[in-house]
């Protein structure tokens, strides 16, 4: 059973940067890809990034490509998701994701342990 913890959320205005870790405890970290999605207040649950186990490929939804960076530490079982020239749209709250297996899915049934979510509002 993995556990996941986000942290680094908050509410900052349009343009400044934040970024999100999710810790993993009680299983190998390395064995999963890790992924983040988020979900705003009435919508449904978007996938918004992934990264393989080794962190050699990753994967990101249109909206936050050349603004949202994900990157883990194996050594630190955490993984990053660091979130710049932030939009009024990209309010949400966010969650990490784990799932066993060597490829990337971007939809949450894809996954099998997920974090709490942290909280990110980004007023205009």
């Known amino acids: 059973q993995v556990q996941l913890v986000e942290s680094g959320g908050g509410l900052v205005q349009a343009g400044d940067s934040l970024r999100l870790s999710c810790a993993a405890s009680g299983g190998t970290f390395s064995s999963y890809v890790m992924g983040w999605f988020r979900q705003a207040a009435g919508k449904e649950r978007e996938f918004v990034a992934a990264?393989?186990?080794?962190?050699?490929?990753?994967y990101y939804i249109d909206s936050v490509k050349g603004r949202f960076t994900i990157s883990r530490d194996n050594a630190k079982n955490t993984v990053y998701l660091q979130m710049n020239t932030l939009k009024p749209e990209d309010t949400a709250v966010y969650y990490c994701?784990?799932?066993?297996?060597?490829?990337?899915?971007?939809?949450?049934?894809?996954?099998?342990?997920w974090g709490q979510g942290t909280q990110v509002t980004v007023s205009s």
């Open positions: 994701a784990a799932r066993m297996g060597p490829f990337i899915r971007t939809t949450g049934d894809g996954y099998d342990y």
């Open positions: 990264i393989r186990r080794s962190g050699e490929s990753t």
